[in-house]
């Protein structure tokens, strides 16, 4: 009785390695052995490079979206007080941010106060929204504290207001002139409610690279903004900016159980819902038509194992009557295409991760095909994101990858497998 072997011997491995060295006589299925390698390791090229640049855009896409503003806003639902009048108004809000800075992820928890009003210089006119926070916390805002260019010192925030770019020329104010200020909710009085006017030096203009927010944001001293927005001894809600915006559903558990149970949030997904969704619909349809590319490039397999299939049927036939089972002529045929799979792909992610490694220099390529520099394309509208290599991405594409390879070799390798060793050798 002839012994069995473990499945994936070591002389399964030896002929399915002298198969692949096809000689100089086999030459086609050589070429095609060359074809299928080469065609897998492009479409995963392909894939790994798509997905980092795909990851950089998707990460400067959400910092465009979320500007200046928070990652969380947490207000407060409204009570009755002790005249029974409801209000919304945070009134613990040190102690509230202090709580909450110490949340692990929290980068910084900053009390805020916000109205909308209108703003004036000469004829000129604009909405602006007004945000009143401590000149501290004002350096703890990102596009504000680190703006991408800036007129006036920052230092002197608590001496007068801080505008948008784009809002300070719609006013057409720059740093020293004056802008007054027109809350429709200003002044309470027997009579009613009159609006308050103040007027505010420019002290400090900045471009944070956020349209909206340079177009509409204007900042003022908290002691200042609270009796103006008629908020004294309390704030509208308590500004959070995560380490990791993405995570900010995560954050939502432990922020809540620090902030206690009159808190509610509000995220920037939420602010953004519509967009993300159309984003990760891009993305889903993006992952099906790079991985339809991988599909393609494996078939490739397929032809080039069917004509060893065929070249080799003498040698197949001869293999089974020296007492090769099914399963090990099955075994040697699927290691075959395996082995191409496997190289194909360590050499498309090799290349993938290459690629977005020196995405600067690509760039440069891109700068001297074009005649122009890098700078006038964006000028002319065109973007450049960063790539971002990520580990789940390169995993994902290795393993769709190897998956399609394994999955088409399979059919090639079960026809040699059931090919009768008979017929095989009757013309031989």
């Keep these: ?42 479409a995963v090229f392909a894939l790994v490079a798509t997905l980092a640049v795909r990851a950089g855009l998707r990460a400067e896409t959400v910092k465009s979206i979320l500007g200046a503003d928070a ?32 949340v692990p992820g929290v980068i ?16 000129n006119n604009a909405p602006m929204s007004l945000y009143g926070v401590t000149p501290a916390d004002l350096m703890k805002i990102d596009g504000v504290a680190k703006p991408e260019s800036a007129e006036g010192d920052p230092a002197r925030f608590s001496e007068g207001l801080a505008l948008g770019q784009i809002l300070a020329r719609d006013l057409g104010v ?32 900045f471009r944070s690279g956020h349209g909206f927010t340079d177009t509409t944001r204007g900042y003022l001293p908290m002691a200042e903004a609270q009796p103006y927005l008629n908020r004294e001894g309390g704030v509208d809600m308590i500004d959070l900016r995560l380490e990791n915006p993405e995570a900010v559903q995560q954050m939502l558990a432990p922020v ?17 819902g519509g967009f993300l969704r159309a984003l990760s619909m891009q993305d889903n349809a993006l992952y099906i038509l790079v991985s339809i590319l991988v599909l393609i490039a494996t078939m490739n397999i397929i032809s080039g194992l069917i004509m060893l299939v065929k070249n080799k049927g003498r040698d197949i036939g001869i ?18 295409g395996a082995l ?28 001297l095909v074009s005649g122009q520099s890098k700078s006038a394309l964006e000028a002319q509208g065109f973007f450049f994101p960063p790539a971002i290599i990520r580990l789940s991405d390169i995993l994902w594409a290795a393993g769709l990858s190897l998956g399609l390879s394994f999955l088409v070799t ?5 026809r040699a497998a059931r090919m009768n060793p008979v017929e095989a050798l009757r013309y031989e």
């Excluded at 399979?410 to 079960?414: C, E, I, L, T």
């Design 410 to 414: 399979w059919f090639p390798a079960r």
């Design 256 to 272: 809540l159980e620090a902030a206690g149970p009159r808190a509610y949030p509000w995220t920037w997904q939420d602010r953004s």
């Design 71 to 102: 990652h969380i806003e947490l207000h407060y639902y409204a009570a009755e007080d002790a005249a029974g009048v409801r209000d919304d108004v945070i009134r613990d809000y040190d102690d509230l941010a202090a709580r909450l800075d110490q």
């Design 319 to 336: 293999l089974r009557t020296m007492g090769l089972t099914q399963g090990s002529i099955l075994r040697v045929f699927f290691l075959v």
């Design 1 to 42: 009785m002839a012994r069995k072997t473990a499945p994936f011997a070591p002389f399964e491995f030896m002929i399915a390695w002298r198969y692949l060295k096809a000689r100089r006589a086999e030459g086609g299925v050589s070429v095609m052995t060359w074809i299928s390698l080469i065609g897998i390791a492009l």
């Design 174 to 205: 720059t740093v020293g002139d004056t802008v007054r200020i027109i809350s429709p909710n200003g002044a309470r009085s027997p009579f009613g409610t009159r609006p308050r006017v103040s007027a505010f030096e420019v002290v400090y203009i």
């Design 108 to 123: 910084v928890a900053v009390p805020t106060v916000k109205g909308q009003v209108i703003a004036n210089a000469g004829s």
């Design 340 to 367: 191409i799979g496997c190289v194909g792909t360590v050499a498309g992610v090799a290349l993938g991760v290459l690629f977005a490694w020196q995405i600067d220099t690509v760039y440069s390529f891109v700068d």
